[in-house]
């Protein structure tokens, strides 16, 4: 799903809003999750997740092209951690997916991408 994907969606389902608006709240939530994250809060959505800000310490690396060996600076990357309600429901979602597909002879099928 894209952001445009996200906005349409809610848009969608408030009609009663101009999808212009809709953008603006997306926006206005996104901008806000960032700011607070480059203040080095940690945000909480109870029953999806949390989002916080790590330090990736310095490293050596290599050039994959030449093989040589490079310093990787330390760094402050963003991380989320999916959170139990969500985790459960994605789990039961594609089980019952799973028995529906064993049960018309699709076995295989309605496996999550990377699996």
Do not use: C, Y
Not at 10 to 37: C, P, Q, Y
Not at 48 to 58: D, I, L, M, T, Y
Not at 91 to 104: F, L
């Amino acid at each position: 799903m894209t952001k445009s994907d996200l906005i349409e969606r809610v848009a969608e389902r408030l009609s009663h809003v101009s999808k212009k608006d809709t953008e603006i709240v997306v926006n206005t939530i996104f901008d806000g999750m960032t700011e607070a994250l480059k203040s080095g809060e940690r945000i909480e959505i109870r029953g999806f997740g949390s989002f916080q800000v790590k330090v990736r310490e310095a490293r050596e690396g290599r050039n994959p092209k030449t093989g040589e060996e490079v310093k990787i600076p330390a760094k402050l990357t963003p991380f989320f951690k999916v959170g139990k309600e969500l985790k459960e429901r994605i789990d039961a979602a594609w089980r019952r997916e799973r028995a529906a597909d064993v049960s018309a002879g699709r076995e295989g099928v309605g496996r999550p991408a990377g699996n």
